[in-house]
C-alpha cells in the first residue's frame, strides 16, 4: 500500500501502451503491474522492465492502481518518470 502512496504526487505514466513506450524511451524509474492483468499485458511489461532494468512493484488489484494514479478507471500498468 505504501508503494501506491507514491504514485498519487509523481510524475506518472498511466496505461500499458504509454508505459512500455516509455521504459523503452529511458523515462521510467518504476513500474507498476496489478496482479489481475491480463497475462499477456503482464508479460509485456515484466520483459520490458527486464530489459530495462526497471524496478517493477506488483499491486494487488487494476482496481486499486487505478485509483492510486487518480483515474475513473481500472489500470493494468503504469510508472513513475525519472
Known sequence: MLELEKL???DKVVGTRRLLRAISAGEIAEAYLAMDADLFIARQV????EEAGVRLVEVASMKQLG???????KTASAGIRR
Not at 67 to 73: I, L, P, Y
Request: charged letters at 20%; hydrophobic letters at 45%.
Open 67 to 73: 485509483q492510486a494514479c487518480g483515474v475513473e478507471v
Open 46 to 49: 515484466r520483459a520490458a522492465c
Open 8 to 10: 498519487k504526487n509523481a
